[in-house]
């Protein structure tokens, strides 16, 4: 069992361009959430996908926005980047229970 | 709402010493409560949960956290830490009420174990 992946590792992205971040849920997983976690700070809800829709949002503006394919691998767009959309993007999936983790995606805007 | 609150940004111990990171949470309803721990460079790493029944709940290498209802607290102890527990540690809670299973996190406790 491969876990939660995520692509790219890493990414470097200038202010206003668009950038799309990618998420393989753990095997049997139904559910995928994302959050972004800023440096030094704990994670913060942005969204959550079932069934292929969002069934949860956090505080964040639309410029933030996914999807959820039939396979359950989601995506997560982001539009307009900021300087302050530079951190960590972490993808978890889960059925019942526990959320699992996956590694991350490092973003850079400048 | 929900939040949580982690007191302390720093934790030291020496190794062989028990360790305890603290963790406080706010929910409207009854909590799910999760701790995790984050390596450099790393996601997070599911460390143990507590949703009903005994307060003292059990996890990954040898970590357990007591739940004190009346305190609103969920306190990670273990009793003999070792130099490879040092790591970023985060306490998150969830609203069980709460179709979805948004976690909301604390902001981390970063944990030193000197040898």
């Known amino acids: 069992d491969a876990g939660v992946t995520q692509s790219p590792t890493h990414l470097i992205k200038t202010r206003g361009q668009q950038v799309t971040l990618r998420c393989s849920p753990k095997?049997?997983?139904?559910?995928v959430s994302w959050y972004q976690q800023a440096l030094g700070q704990g994670p913060q809800f942005i969204f959550q996908y079932y069934e292929e829709e969002e069934r949860q949002r956090g505080n964040f503006p639309d410029r933030f926005s996914g999807h959820q394919f039939p396979n359950y691998s989601s995506e997560l767009n982001v539009n307009a980047l900021l300087l302050g959309d530079s951190a960590l993007y972490l993808c978890?999936?889960?059925?019942?229970?526990?959320?699992?983790f996956g590694p991350g995606t490092r973003l850079t805007v400048l | 709402a929900q939040s949580v609150a982690q007191p302390e940004d720093q934790v030291n111990v020496a190794e062989g010493n028990p360790l305890t990171v603290k963790c406080t949470y706010s929910?409207?309803?009854?909590?799910?409560l999760f701790w995790y721990v984050q390596y450099p460079n790393r996601g997070l790493q599911f460390l143990l949960k507590?949703?009903?029944?005994?307060?003292l709940v059990k996890g990954s290498y040898g970590f357990e956290a007591e739940f004190n209802k009346s305190q609103t607290s969920f306190h990670l102890k273990k009793p003999s830490a070792l130099v490879s527990d040092s790591a970023l540690y985060f306490c998150a809670v969830r609203d069980m009420r709460n179709a979805g299973n948004m976690l909301t996190f604390g902001g981390g406790t970063r944990l030193m174990v000197k040898p």
């Open positions: 978890a999936s889960s059925l019942i229970g526990e959320q699992f």
């Open positions: 929910v409207s309803g009854n909590p799910y």
């Open positions: 507590y949703i009903t029944g005994d307060n």
């Open positions: 095997s049997g997983h139904d559910t």
